[in-house]
């Protein structure tokens, strides 16, 4: 066997806050492999992706290149020793092209090379990526994002490729073609890193895996020797039954909002909306599906009043009837990332004049009610005091879903709402949105999970370039029934083969 590029050599990382989010954890990286990071949410996945790059240093042990320690102060001593990492929130620059964005981290010679077109469609070609160099990034769908952002990881000669959760913004079908790419780039010898919570995923396209559990190594081998129900019980120290359907059951209730021939107009990358007609009732689940940029954002946009129809209208069946939001974008929509945990799961009571004393706030009872919500959604934290930015991914997600689910609201309209929870969160969260239809709440759940909309919704509407081209309920509830709506007459194509078109 050859040698590893990378090693982790018995690490340890506590933060300033005293928090130990590593202990003691030993990780080789070896070329063309693809290896898979699993574990709970808050296991320490991205604190140990963070030290591979250069963002944080261990506490204790080391990182060791050719046998050799190296010191990772920042992440550009990281990249000049081969490292690229693509992180979950891009770092492009949306309004300049493809080249553009290529050429502003190209380093040395690379800058040169990739200063015309047909050099830059070549390096990109090495890749199976076929995107016009011209291309504006903010123009293009996600999943041509991302590919862009990994080929800006790639630019400088990278050996070591580490990717934070890539595939929760994919359809299954852009899924398939991530990993082709990466095998792509493990074929020309780089070792690449995954961080993902789907195991499935992981059993199909990776070659070796890890999981962490609270900070320490709790199992790691061949994929090829280990089965899904295993890997599941080592990252979450039991078994999860996800297979049962948590929606179709139930009788819908009266009609609580009512979507109107609603158009909005095309935008710069939107499609905007056209002739959206959409009623929702009482006790009942509404899926919505589609591929990314389809509509779906614009939907959200209207039912959370951000955004006024050129035509039609929104009715709600009373003035009684009132709305909680899950956005899809935690970090700008979601949260105040210097705000307390309490503060941000209590916000909209505290906005209403609610926990106040004497004309100030009562922190006393804001402390009590968060303790019982962190505990009621098992958000792992420090302390309800800490700040929501010291929180992992998916902690910091279930915030912004207990938030929307303790205002006992007559509608939920939520929005990838499990994006970056693991298994077991993902889980809990599903079933509190179906508890919640049981008890009468409309529930309208907008994903790009398939899976989980079949599961959880009683009907599913398809989205595609800004119109509602299909409704199915019951037995064409399927992937493929689904997937078809969701691509017919589409123009971007991501083939599994890993060819991009665009
Ligand atoms: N800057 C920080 N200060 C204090 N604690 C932190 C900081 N960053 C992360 N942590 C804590 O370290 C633990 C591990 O976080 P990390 O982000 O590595 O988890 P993760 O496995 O990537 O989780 P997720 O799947 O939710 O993204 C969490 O409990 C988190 O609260």
């Not at 009609?255 to 109107?260: C, D, F, S, V």
């Not at 009623?279 to 209207?302: C, I, K, P, T």
């Not at 009684?320 to 209590?346: F, K």
Request: aromatic share 2%; proline share 4%.
């Amino acid at each position: 066997m050859s040698s590893p590029l990378i090693e982790l050599d018995h690490v340890s990382k506590r933060y300033p806050n005293g928090f130990v989010a590593l202990e003691n954890v030993s990780l080789s990286l070896f070329p063309g492999e693809i290896h898979a990071l699993l574990g709970e949410n808050g296991a320490g996945k991205s604190t140990l992706m963070n030290i591979l790059y250069g963002v944080h240093e261990p506490s204790a042990g080391g990182v060791l290149m050719g046998g050799r320690q190296v010191i990772h102060r920042r992440p550009a001593d990281a990249i000049a020793n081969g490292i690229g990492m693509v992180h979950q929130h891009f770092k492009l620059v949306a309004p300049f092209s493809v080249a553009e964005n290529l050429a502003l981290v190209a380093r040395g010679a690379q800058r040169k090379t990739l200063r015309r077109h047909a050099e830059i469609r070549a390096f990109m070609q090495r890749y199976g990526v076929d995107l016009d160099p011209n291309a504006i990034v903010g123009h293009l769908p996600l999943a041509l994002q991302q590919r862009v952002e990994i080929l800006k990881a790639l630019v400088n000669d990278t050996r070591v490729l580490l990717l934070d959760e890539p595939s929760t913004i994919l359809t299954p079908v852009e899924i398939r073609a991530l990993y082709a790419t990466l095998r792509r780039i493990t074929d020309r010898g780089t070792a690449v890193a995954v961080v993902t919570h789907n195991v499935d995923e992981v059993l199909a396209h990776a070659d070796r895996y890890t999981v962490l559990r609270r900070g320490k190594t709790n199992g790691s081998g061949l994929t090829a020797a280990c089965s899904a129900e295993q890997l599941v019980e080592k990252i979450v120290g039991r078994t999860v039954s996800s297979g049962t359907r948590l929606g179709a059951q139930r009788l819908a209730g009266g009609e609580q909002l009512n979507i109107q021939g609603v158009n909005v107009r095309p935008g710069s990358g939107s499609p905007g909306l056209h002739d959206i007609n959409l009623s929702l009732a009482a006790r009942e689940v509404v899926g919505v599906a589609g591929v990314e940029g389809n509509g779906q954002s614009e939907l959200f946009a209207l039912l959370a009043g951000e955004s006024v129809p050129d035509s039609g209208e929104i009715q709600r069946s009373d003035t009684q009837v009132t709305l909680a939001l899950v956005p899809q974008d935690r970090h700008h929509e979601g949260l105040s990332l210097d705000l307390p945990v309490s503060h941000n799961l209590l916000y909209p009571d505290i906005m209403q004049g609610h926990y106040r004393r004497f004309g100030l706030l009562d922190h006393s009872a804001i402390a009590q009610r968060a303790c019982e919500m962190i505990t009621q959604s098992d958000i792992r934290t420090h302390s309800h005091a800490s700040p929501a930015r010291s929180l992992s991914g998916g902690n910091q997600q279930k915030i912004v879903v207990a938030r929307a689910m303790a205002q006992d609201a007559s509608i939920i309209v939520v929005y990838q709402p499990t994006r970056g929870l693991d298994l077991a969160a993902a889980e809990a969260v599903l079933m509190r949105l179906a508890d919640a239809a049981d008890a009468g709440t409309t529930v309208l759940i907008i994903s790009s999970n398939i899976e989980e909309l079949i599961r959880v919704s009683d009907r599913i509407v398809v989205m595609n370039g800004g119109r509602i081209t299909g409704e199915v309920t019951g037995e064409a509830m399927n992937i493929e029934r689904i997937g078809t709506l969701m691509t017919s007459g589409r123009s971007l194509s991501l083939q599994g083969a890993g060819e991009v078109h665009v």
